[in-house]
């Protein structure tokens, strides 16, 4: 079955602000995304999976009342959740077991006020 949902947009205020922020919680460098005025930064991908940016502009803006978006935590949604809050976010909830079919699932805040979910797979 394909994905529903294949990409996401993560508003920001700052760009500089947030690449920093989401190279320390990806452990990745977020490069700008070429011939977009410095509005677009991309997140680490591979083509044809779902994936997302780091977006700046009239119509993206920054909050935790909107959409939450879930990264992948390759395993460790507690570590992901700790280089958030090293990196000037903030833990938001606790990182839970929800059950076989969803998995572990954990929130922060980012560096531009947005609630990000981090997301582990169901063991088996």
């Known amino acids: 079955m394909d994905n529903t949902i294949v990409w996401a947009d993560i508003p920001v205020a700052d760009m500089d602000r ?15 995304m070429d011939g977009a005025n410095g509005d677009v930064a991309l997140l680490p991908m591979e083509r044809g999976t779902v994936s997302g940016d ?43 077991d929800m059950g076989e079919m969803v998995g572990f699932i954990g929130h922060f805040i980012d560096s531009e006020g947005n609630r990000i979910g981090v997301h582990k797979p169901p063991q088996g």
Do not use: C
Request: charged share 20%; proline share 7%; hydrophobic share 45%.
């Open 18 to 32: 947030a690449r920093k922020f989401y190279g320390a919680v990806l452990e990745a460098e977020i490069p700008l």
């Open 54 to 96: 780091l977006v700046k502009g009239e119509h993206a803006k920054p909050g935790a009342g909107g959409i939450t978006v879930y990264l992948d935590s390759k395993g460790d949604p507690e570590g992901m959740v700790g280089r958030a809050v090293a990196a000037g976010g903030q833990a938001a909830m606790p990182v839970s």
